[in-house]
C-alpha cells in the first residue's frame, strides 16, 4: 500500500460498514483537500488507544481500515463525508505529521470464506441480534456502545456480513479492535460470539434468589 493519510479515531472502523465524519480541524481539511484531488479518495482508519481525536498526540493502534470516500458535503463551519470500510492494514512505521498524520502500511490479507462455517455465522447473527435488541431496549448508553439497529439489513456477502455483525454487536472500542485483528474468518466469528455473550451475561437483569 506505501504512504497513507490516517484518520485516528476514538472508534474503530470495520470493512464494509460506514464511516460519517465531520471534519473541523485544520490539518484534516487539508488533507481532505489533498484527498480529492485524487481519483479514488482513500485514507486510513486506526483506533485512538489513549488519548483524544482533537490536538493530536494520542497513542494509535497500528491495525486499521482503509476508509474510501463516497460523498462530501460543505457547510459554513466544517466538511460532512461519508466513507465505507473497505481493506485492513497494519502500520508498518509512522511518518512525520504533514500537518495531518501519516503512516507507511502494508496489507493485510482478507478474510476467505468456508461453505463449512455457514451454522457458524448463522448462530453469531442470532446472538448479537438477539443480545444487541436487549441492550438497546434498555435505553441506557452506560451499559453498552449499540451503534447499529439489532434488525439493521446486512449484506448477502457473507465475509462482509459478518463483519457488519461485528459493528451491530454492543461491544466496547478495545473488543471491536481485537475483532479486527482476527486472522481468519472462523476466528472472528467464534471471538464475536464470546464477547457478545460476555456482554450479555454481564448486562443481563440478575435473578433474585428464591428464599
Known sequence: ?????????????????????????????TMLGRLLERENPEFGVVLIERGSEVGGGEQRSTIGTVARIVKVDAAAEAMYLVAVGDSRFEVARWLDDDPHPMAEVVALPPLEWDEALAPLRAEAEAIVRRVAARVASTGDPEIADVRWDADAPISDDPVESSWQLAAIAPLGELDRQKLLRSTTLGGLLRRLIDLTLEVDEITSPSTPDRP
Open 1 to 29: 500500500m506505501g504512504e497513507m493519510s490516517m484518520f485516528p479515531l476514538g472508534s474503530v472502523l470495520f470493512p464494509a460498514t460506514p464511516l460519517m465524519l465531520r471534519l473541523f480541524e485544520p490539518r484534516y481539511l
